[in-house]
């Protein structure tokens, strides 16, 4: 081996770790990878590849500086499945089953006679004031450490009713490699979701790459204030404090991250003004939003829906030109692939 | 020259791009520059240097995450000047008088009446009340985009009144190296402040290098909503949301940052909270006050100041050992040194 083709490969390897990839072999002897293999090729993908072409183009006129390349993303039914029921639900519940041995008034009490008893029509009666209860008993009176805790560990046990899966492998693989792209390409990714901030932030990260600072979403009230054995602490308190959908997320976008997102990525009615916000801004813009269209591999539902309902948003976006992922046609593979 | 040595150095120029670094000159024949050149050597400045090697040090038994070392900075009298009043309220008092030709109303009405007159006795009288009513008229009744203008057009235009400087030339140079000392080691650096989140977010890239999105402050209600246009933008409501003050800071650092900071430093009672809640992690932990006791340079105040009172939280860092900076003796430079 010559002096020269040791130097080439030596300073080829560390320009790799300058990039912050080390190389697998010589670059030039493979065909460059596709960032979005899971996404089949149409007009949904060619909008994404498009856009982040010509905003990272230096001196092309739609380049936006890397600190301005922010991204948003809803999380119900845009990074993760939202069926039967928003997984933070499905948490509410689970939690109301485990805590129940310490509750026996639960047995006689509404909303939690319904849940303990599989009652769907019930906990349907109860309705949003029965819902905000179940979120009350098993979002507060507790300090976020131990909310945290409770999460992590639904997370580890719990199983998605139907899939049988780990909710943490409800996310969607074409997203996760968008998110990764956008970031290779100096976005910053963020979440706006109606989620709980503090239930999505113990995820976050592992799933998504993205940190507990980027993630936006509706909160309750919390109180730093001395326990029960005099230690100060953050407490979860039983209300409402924001609400993170529909005009909320604007709003949470601009309490949280400051800046207009040059690219939203959203699926239902709730995320609608996010998309109009971002798009309302100067310059390239893009909007998404996924239609879950799959009823093999995923579920198939818009407009009638009671989770992810979207209907006017399918609207303005088909009149304004957005992109319209396509679930079905769209996505070789839906959920997160076995690595 | 030799191959080798030819080598050696187009592979340490690399390395050094790797580090995000361009070398000036090979760094083997220069003294390593001191990060923190404007603090004199001392109790407080070693307790920096000992704890950034501590929690930066792979193996060692305070080693800490990248990902977890976020650094959180009061800003009114930590990062810049606080005196004669706090300057966001130095703003709005320039701004009751810009906007007075439009509101002739003003001359005879309280507290605008006494700002216009120059009437301190007449605006004191006018108490908390008064102020919120100047905050309301300065600070909202316009879009999001029209706050920001207002603010970067009087950062500006505007001078200090004693001291003659532009505000943003207000700002501690000691601090600037400390926040670029924490960057290079890896650290996320934010800024915690009573002050208000969109009027800090106009300057604090520039004048901290601190983005948007990590800037937690105050806020007032935000809407989106269609303004008298027809066009949708975020409006500013004449209505307080968020004190993010004393025991709102821990409350205002898990809502917008979702993760408990290994290092505060704060310079008030307002702050107390905070380092309480930094402190009260596991492992290592630094908590910083800065004492205002340069009459000379800068203003001396503590227990008895209008703005910045230090009574409490200077009782409780002596007492757990926090690192007091004594402005006086800590700081060879207080204000941005001209570059």
Do not use: A, K, M, V
């Given at each position: 081996m010559s002096v020269k083709s040791n130097l080439t490969r030596r300073i080829f390897h560390l320009a790799a770790l300058a990039g912050g990839l080390v190389a697998a072999g010589p670059a030039w002897a493979q065909a460059p990878a596709d960032p979005l293999s899971s996404w089949n090729d149409g007009k949904a993908k060619s909008a994404i590849l498009d856009f982040v072409r010509r905003v990272t183009t230096e001196g092309g006129p739609d380049y936006v500086k890397p600190d301005e390349r922010i991204a948003t993303f809803d999380n119900?039914?845009?990074?993760w499945a939202e069926q039967p029921a928003y997984f933070q639900l499905l948490f509410a519940f689970d939690e109301v089953r485990r805590l129940a041995p310490s509750h026996p008034e639960w047995k006689e009490t509404e909303p939690f006679r319904s849940v303990l008893a599989g009652d769907t029509k019930g906990l349907a009666a109860s309705g949003e004031k029965g819902l905000l209860q179940l979120v009350a008993a098993t979002h507060s009176g507790m300090t976020t450490s131990e909310f945290e805790a409770s999460v992590a560990n639904w997370l580890a046990t719990a199983r998605h009713p139907t899939k049988q899966r780990p909710y943490t492998e409800m996310v969607y693989q074409p997203q996760l490699e968008l998110l990764a792209y956008l970031r290779a390409n100096g976005f910053k990714t963020f979440i706006v979701s109606g989620g709980g901030v503090e239930f999505m932030r113990v995820f976050a990260q592992k799933a998504?790459?993205?940190?507990?600072?980027q993630v936006v979403g509706s909160s309750g009230v919390v109180e730093f204030r001395a326990g029960p054995d005099g230690k100060l602490d953050l407490f979860k308190e039983p209300k409402v404090e924001f609400v993170d959908d529909g005009a909320g997320k604007p709003v949470g976008i601009n309490r949280f991250i400051g800046r207009r997102p040059i690219l939203a990525f959203g699926n239902s009615d709730g995320d609608l003004q996010m998309l109009q916000y971002a798009t309302a801004g100067d310059g390239a813009r893009l909007a998404l939003i996924l239609h879950h269209t799959d009823g093999e591999r995923e579920w198939a539902y818009d407009?009638?829906?009671?989770?992810?309902k979207l209907d006017k948003a399918l609207e303005e976006g088909r009149a304004r030109g957005w992109a319209i992922v396509d679930m079905k046609t769209d996505w070789k593979t839906v959920f997160l692939s076995s690595r």
């Open positions: 119900d039914g845009t990074l998504y790459g993205i940190p507990p600072e407009r009638n829906s009671s989770f992810g």
